[in-house]
């Protein structure tokens, strides 16, 4: 009997923790953002050097397959790799293919952006120029309004991963205040 009574008063807590949104990661485990690796949808800037036929610098988006259509070397994969092993691997391929004897591959970032939307004044999809939190993603598109549900803030990360913020606990302990990143995609639920 007291087993019984004590498994339905653990699994009402576990209940009330998933139901209410609490945070899915300790404050002392943020979420790591790679600034240094190229993301789908990314707008290269990419420059080839030192070669008599060079086409100068173009831009390519990297597509949904994670290629970028390169000068005579045609899809390349990109995203997922940090930049400075793209330019590498980009050069050794036109190499190895025998196109050039020598080459230097310079790879530049486009804008980035984070999206705010739900229950803020301004939804916006919002330059991202460095570390920025959540609260402060929130508080540069006009703040909550008052329907918005502070404590059940939902962050989707470029690679597909969700988190939810308790931004009232937020604004009192700045460790549970998550970090944005390139990509990610914020929603604030309305309150019911």
Known sequence: MIWKGWISAVASVVFVLLWTGCVLRPPDKQYVCKDDVILLGD????????????????QHAVRADGTVNMFRLGPVPAAGMKFSDFERETKNAYITNEYY??????????????????????????????????????GSCGDFTEFANR??????????TREFV???????????????????????????
């Open 43 to 58: 707008t290269l800037t990419i420059s080839l050097l030192d070669i008599p036929d060079s086409p100068g610098e173009r």
């Open 166 to 192: 308790d931004c009232k606990l937020a604004r009192k302990d700045a460790r549970y205040d998550r970090t944005i990143c390139p990509g990610d995609y914020i929603l604030v639920p309305k309150s019911f």
């Open 151 to 160: 404590s059940k803030v939902e962050i989707t990360r470029a690679d597909g």
């Open 101 to 138: 004897k020598q080459i230097t591959v310079v790879v530049k970032t486009g804008e980035r952006f984070y999206t705010v939307a739900g229950e803020v004044n301004n939804r916006a999809r919002m330059l991202y120029s460095g570390h920025i939190t959540v609260l402060r993603a929130i």
